[in-house]
């Protein structure tokens, strides 16, 4: 049995982890079954926003004659477009796995591992042991019972990202984030949309402001049913057949070459037979930790999706320090400060968000001042006829603190950053943002005029 330092499961953010420790002298060893760099570098944000940009440029090109500019003739290469992702992702993911092959220190084990100890684990035909171990081993799609679902040959975002050819109607199941991030990637290249989505509305866990107004634009464009219930799945013909139902009792019977479920995600972590170490896990799966990022047992910590506090890459790579530091340093652990954790969502229009929803605070019995200010009403938002975006302030009555920020629209992950900003660093008011000198006609101009908006 070897022994190392520390172990840590999942080469994704724990690969930083991992370095980190090395570089404090610590002996460490990786344990990663699949491609090295973990969910984000090949099956999630970075891929997904690769191809999201070639729909970008496809809406901005089809949307030219706004402008007073005629484009004819352009066509789509859908196999370029997939191809290009491809050669940027694999190398890069290659890379890492290769600078392995020449060092012991971290020691990598390319294989599928489980718990046979508090901190023994098993590792191929091998075991290895810690006294700390990292468990960062990320999520899956969740797929949902559905009679005929198994065995139709569905896919998930896992295939959907390097899908060789291009659907000519899709039909995706779920109406959360990923699927309407791919509802606009396959949606702007000309693939017909159908989205079934058992909420009420799109996006049902984002402000109610944006979910009602991305569930009415997306309705312009795709294929939405919302409130239907998913009863069954049948293939005949290589046509996959989706029958659903709503509470009224009305019926669909969807038709569609490529079906994509998109209902979620899971935890790996019933992958770990964590009963042999203590480790507790929720009703969902996801891995009980304290305000330190340490388990039920002592000395095995995690993060990230295995945790599931928030499901985002950026917050996974903000855990990472506080991990290392609470690994290594024991004796000075930090509590992780998760203070305006933000959130986007790559569709059309873009989605970006932090703090309490509405909705929350109405539930709360937070006495709160509310603001809502259109792009179109400032000179870019005009300039680039943005009818559809909006900036949304939830304040404090008492204190004037930020307590939410809603955007809408072009640009809507980048212009979010400047609420993240006054409320992690300056002192959360919305005085900070309205004190500040905006640049005349940016876009940004559309968040100071919410802000000079609260009363």
């Known amino acids: 049995m070897q022994k190392f330092d520390l172990i840590v499961i999942g080469s994704g953010s724990g690969l930083d982890v991992a370095n980190a420790a090395v570089g404090h002298g610590l002996k460490v060893a990786?344990?990663?079954?699949?491609?090295?760099?973990?969910?984000?570098?090949?099956?999630?944000?970075?891929?997904?926003?690769?191809?999201?940009?070639?729909?970008?440029?496809?809406?901005t090109i089809r949307s030219a004659s706004l402008f007073g500019i005629n484009v004819q003739g352009f066509s789509i290469d859908y196999k370029k477009i997939v191809d290009r992702v491809n050669g940027i992702i694999d190398p890069e993911s290659s890379q890492i796995r290769n600078a392995f092959d020449h060092i012991d220190n971290p020691k990598l084990f390319p294989v599928e591992c489980k718990f046979v100890g508090q901190n023994t684990i098993q590792v191929g035909n091998e075991t290895i042991t810690a006294d700390k171990i990292l468990i960062a081993c990320g999520g899956r799609p969740s797929i949902p019972k559905i009679d005929g679902l198994d065995g139709s040959g569905y896919i998930t975002s896992n295939e959907a990202l390097r899908l060789k050819e291009q659907p000519h109607v899709i039909t995706i199941l779920g109406g959360g984030y990923i699927a309407?991030?791919?509802?606009?990637?396959?949606?702007?290249?000309?693939?017909?949309?159908?989205?079934?989505?058992?909420?009420?509305?799109?996006?049902?866990?984002?402000?109610?402001?944006?979910?009602?107004?991305?569930?009415?634009?997306?309705?312009?464009?795709?294929?939405?049913?919302?409130?239907?219930?998913?009863?069954?799945?049948?293939?005949?013909?290589?046509?996959?057949?989706?029958?659903?139902?709503?509470?009224?009792?009305?019926?669909?019977?969807?038709?569609?070459d490529q079906l994509l479920v998109a209902t979620g995600r899971t935890p790996n972590t019933d992958?770990?037979?964590?009963?042999?170490?203590?480790v507790k896990t929720n009703e969902r799966g996801y891995i009980i930790t304290d305000e330190f990022l340490e388990t039920t047992t002592k000395g095995i910590f995690a993060l990230g999706d295995a945790v599931g506090r928030y499901l985002f890459k950026h917050s996974a790579n903000h855990e990472v320090q506080y991990a290392y530091t609470n690994l290594v340093h024991g004796h000075k652990k930090m509590a992780v400060d998760y203070t305006a954790m933000p959130h986007a969502i790559f569709s059309s229009p873009q989605i970006a968000g932090v703090g309490f929803t509405e909705q929350e605070l109405r539930k709360k019995g937070v006495e709160?001042?509310?603001?809502?200010?259109?792009?179109?009403?400032?000179?870019?938002g005009e300039a680039i006829e943005d009818k559809d975006g909006f900036v949304k302030f939830l304040v404090d009555k008492n204190t004037r603190k930020i307590l939410g920020c809603h955007i809408l629209g072009t640009d809507a992950s980048i212009l979010i950053h400047e609420v993240l900003v006054a409320m992690r660093s300056a002192d959360g008011t919305i005085d900070s943002l309205t004190n500040t000198i905006f640049i005349h006609p940016a876009l940004s101009e559309v968040v100071a005029r919410a802000a000079y908006a609260i009363q």
């Not at 312009?220 to 509470?247: C, M, P, W």
């Open 271 to 278: 992958t770990l037979d964590l009963e042999k170490t203590g």
């Open 30 to 59: 990786i344990v990663e079954k699949d491609r090295m760099g973990g969910t984000c570098l090949n099956r999630g944000c970075i891929p997904s926003k690769l191809l999201l940009h070639s729909a970008d440029v496809v809406e």
């Open 180 to 256: 309407c991030e791919l509802a606009h990637f396959f949606g702007a290249l000309g693939t017909k949309i159908n989205i079934v989505q058992r909420r009420d509305v799109l996006l049902p866990n984002e402000d109610e402001d944006i979910s009602k107004k991305i569930t009415s634009i997306f309705s312009t464009k795709y294929n939405v049913y919302t409130g239907y219930q998913t009863s069954q799945i049948r293939k005949e013909n290589n046509i996959f057949h989706v029958l659903a139902k709503d509470s009224s009792g009305k019926s669909i019977d969807l038709g569609s």
């Open 368 to 380: 709160y001042l509310k603001s809502v200010y259109p792009y179109i009403g400032a000179a870019m």
